[in-house]
């Protein structure tokens, strides 16, 4: 199956922009959606599909694809941005199956 | 307003069973692909399981052969019944509605998690 890799650890300046980048074969063919977890809490999905936020994700969140590399980037960080971040796709083998990345821990410094 | 709650989790030893229930409220259940999403202590997310509007359904290869996911319509209810467990499927457990298109597919409600532990 396939496999997407994440930075563990990013930091940002508050009010600074940072990308969190995912990669993996699967992403030549099928667009990430990126999940935000804070501790304690649910998954909230914050991109999905070409760059589509979901009602109530600010507008400092966006997505971008090239390659076998997808990006979330986060404009004007927030104290409440610091948090868990994973991105997700289809499997590429084509299987229905679905697989995770590794996940990136952001500080808002 | 969509949500989502699990259920029926607990401590189970190795090699038991244990039936997990998500009720769901605002949508339904069987015009919409369900899936199961797991999240080990400390550990990242993984994918489980995916049942989709027509019956079909899909298992990540540590899980198939043991887990079931199935849904009863009249309930509104997705489950998920576990077999042979094992020490590594302890994780909290959390059910989602996946949005399925050409080029992509993402869980835009997820419940609060139910957590199984498997121990002796």
């Known amino acids: ?109 | 307003e969509v949500q989502l709650v699990e259920s029926g989790g607990g401590l189970i030893q190795p090699g038991g069973s244990l039936r997990l229930s998500c009720a769901a409220s605002g949508f339904t259940v069987s015009s919409n692909y369900m899936s199961w999403v797991r999240q080990a202590p400390g550990k990242g997310l993984e994918w489980v399981s995916v049942i989709y509007s027509g019956g079909s359904t899909y298992y990540a290869d540590s899980v198939k052969g043991r887990f079931t996911i199935s849904r009863d319509n009249s309930k509104n209810t997705l489950y998920l019944q576990m077999n042979s467990l094992r020490a590594e499927d302890t994780a909290v457990y959390y059910c989602a509605r996946e949005l399925y298109y050409d080029f992509w597919s993402a869980w835009d409600y997820w419940g609060q998690g139910t957590l199984v532990t498997v121990s002796s």
């Open chain 1, 1 to 109: 199956s396939s496999e997407l890799t994440q930075d563990p650890a990013v930091s940002v300046a508050l009010g600074q922009t940072v990308r969190i980048t995912c990669q993996g074969d699967s992403l030549r063919s099928y667009y990430a959606s990126w999940y935000q977890q804070k501790p304690g809490q649910a998954p909230v999905l914050v991109i999905y599909g070409k760059n589509n936020r979901p009602s109530g994700i600010p507008d400092r969140f966006s997505g971008s694809s090239s390659g076998n590399t997808a990006s979330l980037t986060i404009t004007g960080a927030q104290a409440e941005d610091e948090a868990d971040y994973y991105c997700n796709s289809r499997d590429s083998s084509g299987n229905h199956l679905k697989v995770f990345g590794t996940g990136t821990k952001v500080t808002v410094l």
